[in-house]
Nanobody, 126 residues
């Protein structure tokens, strides 16, 4: 079992930056691919970024590519999402997710992840 706790959300003006963090429990953090998804009101969760466990390879949604960086600190069992040049359309609840890398065939698919955090609100004002 893995528990995930996000932090770092908040209100920021357009063009600003936020750094989200997701702290994971458990001793097997390094086995998990860690992803960030976001959800707009009335919409399905959409993929933002993910980082694999063994290789550290990263993947980004086209909508955030170049503005967002995902990273992880295995020693601290934490994954980060650095978001720059934020836009009002980035306003959403952001969720951290974990899944065993070896079992994931599509890193952009929310159903491939086994554990989820409670979410953190990001609001970008124009």
């Amino acid at each position: 079992q893995v528990q995930l706790v996000e932090s770092g959300g908040g209100l920021v003006q357009a063009g600003g930056s936020l750094r989200l963090s997701c702290a994971a429990s458990g001793r097997t953090f390094s086995r998990y691919a860690m992803g960030w998804f976001r959800q707009f009101p009335g919409k399905e969760r959409e993929f933002v970024a993910t980082i694999r466990s063994s290789t550290g390879d990263t993947y980004y949604a086209d909508s955030v590519k170049g503005r967002v960086t995902i990273s992880r600190d295995n020693a601290k069992a934490t994954v980060f999402l650095q978001m720059n040049s934020l836009k009002p359309e980035d306003t959403a609840v952001y969720y951290c997710a974990a899944g065993i890398s070896a079992f994931i065939s599509d890193f952009g698919k929310s159903s491939e992840y086994d554990y989820w955090g409670q979410g953190t609100q990001v609001t970008v004002s124009s």
